[in-house]
Nanobody
């Protein structure tokens, strides 16, 4: 089993930055991806970004390219999501998720392990 715990959410104003942390514990897989997803009220969960074990491969949703950066520190078993130039439409619960080995993708169904989420609210 893999456990993921998100932290770092909060209330910020438009244009500000925020960093989310995802602590990964339990059985971690070298050939897996860890991603961030978000879900706004009344909307489906959507892909934000994902990264492989070594950090050499990353994918981003078009809506966040150039503003969000995903990274990881394996020595700390932590995956980060640095968010800059935040907009009110970025308000959502942000979830961290991990795939099984040799899986990757941008669909939530590609991910087998999920954290509880952290709320990000961006005021205008």
């Amino acid at each position: 089993q893999v456990q993921l715990v998100e932290s770092g959410g909060g209330l910020v104003q438009a244009g500000e930055s925020l960093r989310l942390d995802c602590a990964v514990s339990g059985r971690t897989f070298i050939n897996s991806f860890v991603g961030w997803f978000r879900q706004a009220p009344w909307k489906e969960r959507e892909f934000v970004a994902t990264i492989n074990w070594s950090g050499s491969i990353t994918y981003y949703a078009d809506s966040v390219k150039g503003r969000f950066t995903i990274s990881r520190a394996n020595a700390r078993n932590t995956v980060y999501l640095q968010m800059t130039s935040l907009k009110p439409e970025n308000t959502a619960i942000y979830y961290c998720a991990a795939t099984r080995p040799f899986f990757r993708g941008t669909d939530p169904n590609d991910y087998s392990y999920w954290g509880q989420g952290t709320q990000v609210t961006v005021s205008s």
